[in-house]
């Protein structure tokens, strides 16, 4: 049998950028989705996240879409190495689809480096990320596939779209609190909106879109110097320009100010926006902070963040 892992992720700078060509930072963090593969006579698929028991993959089945992320995974690899023979899946771990944590590129990522474990496919990180991105692409449509790096890498990253940059930011720990606004955001939707509002005025988009790009890349060297006071004002004006792009929202803002009221050094939205989640780099009251959020409505998630990246054995 082969068993595994690879992390979720967090958005710390450079959402939506980075789907235009610009850089953004990301972390992993320590909730993690488990896939085992042994070899079998059908190929078959278990998981325990979406309550499906044994359902055997076959080419003319109609498939159920909770499936899509670990269905097109095993397709692509079968048909790009000429794999024969089956296999059995059971796909587990810490990582739930809820939080917009990237649950769907962790499975993919697992998918594809458990098969190539299992069939003997040599497949260094960088195949493994081409792989990956591809398949997202393909079940998603958009997306700049920092969620795939971030599986595949972990820890810390400074990645541009594609793969064009994937760069460790050098930091052990980072001080961060996260907090949910219980809203599941759909992040193919929201990329649409924004490329939709981006051909209306391309110019104001690219505009906001290179401030941010400076951004990201200021708060790389801030992080690798420790600077959490310099990081938390880069935060507040990424968020601004977030809220310019029109991807803020009434709840993250209520989340945000709390957390600077609170006397956070900065705060912004983590992800494509709408929903999902927020994060705050704390003064030395950490707790005064998640306190705020919790009043604002949010959910405190306790999470580690740079986490190491996909693990086999
Ligand atoms: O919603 P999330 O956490 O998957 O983040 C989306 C980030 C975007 O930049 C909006 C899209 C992308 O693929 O980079």
Redesign the pocket.
Known sequence: MVSVSAPG???LF??????YGKH?IVTAVDKRLIANLQRSKDISINSMDYKIRNYVLDKLDKLPSELKFVSSSIRYFYDKYRIKGGVSIATGGTLKSSY???SSSAIIVCIIKGLAKLFRVPLPNRTLFDVSYKINRLVQG??????VASAIYGKTLNYV?GGKVIQKVKVKDLPLVIGYTGIK?H?PT??KE?ANRYRENPEYHDDIFDDIDKISLKAKDEIEHKKWRKVGSLMDKNQELLRKLG?SSFKLEEMVNAAKDAGAYGAKL????VG??MIAIPDGSVEAVKDAIKEAGGQVISIKVNADGVKAN
């Open positions: 992720k967090l958005m450079g959402e939506h950028a980075v789907v953004c917009g944590l990237g958009a997306g700049s596939g920092f969620d779209a955001a992040t929201i990329v924004v991807v983590s992800g494509a926006g999902d989640c």
